[in-house]
């Protein structure tokens, strides 16, 4: 097994968050008004941006672990009393999780330092 190197520290803590976020019940915020949809797709684009600085030689194999992740937590909360399954989640992580890599491997071609 690898040693958790501190680059991979704020992809694990941000996996961990938005898993927790994910199955807890909702709560609404009074006065704030965003889609949830756009929170999923900036949620999920956060996790890729994170998993490409974590773990740059992964390869587009860790971006279909972020998309399969979002899935995954919308098959839970299928099972949940208090959430709901929605196919419109599941585009918006994918989409959020394959937006967050390009942009990552955009920025890398531009200033191959980055990762």
Same mark, same amino acid.
């Given at each position: 097994?690898?040693?958790?190197?501190? *680059?991979?520290?704020?992809?694990?803590?941000?996996?961990?968050?938005?898993?927790?976020?994910?199955?807890?019940?909702?709560?609404?915020?009074? !006065?704030?008004?965003?889609?949830?949809?756009?929170?999923?797709?900036?949620?999920?684009?956060?996790?890729?941006?994170?998993?490409?600085?974590?773990?740059?030689?992964?390869?587009?194999?860790?971006?279909?672990?972020?998309?399969?992740?979002?899935?995954?937590?919308?098959?839970?909360?299928?099972?949940?009393?208090? *959430?709901?399954?929605?196919?419109?989640?599941?585009?918006?992580?994918?989409?959020?999780?394959?937006? !967050?890599?390009?942009?990552?491997? !955009?920025?890398? *071609?531009?200033?191959? *330092?980055?990762?």
């Amino acid at each position: 097994m690898l040693p958790l190197q501190l *680059r991979q520290l704020p992809f694990y803590c941000l996996l961990f968050l938005v898993t927790y976020l994910s199955v807890m019940p909702s709560v609404e915020t009074p !006065g704030f008004e965003l889609s949830d949809k756009v929170l999923h797709f900036l949620a999920y684009l956060g996790l890729a941006v994170w998993a490409y600085f974590g773990f740059p030689k992964a390869g587009w194999k860790l971006a279909l672990i972020v998309v399969l992740w979002g899935i995954g937590i919308e098959l839970v909360q299928w099972q949940l009393p208090t *959430r709901a399954f929605e196919l419109l989640d599941i585009l918006a992580n994918s989409l959020g999780a394959l937006a !967050g890599w390009q942009i990552m491997k !955009g920025l890398q *071609r531009i200033c191959p *330092r980055l990762a």
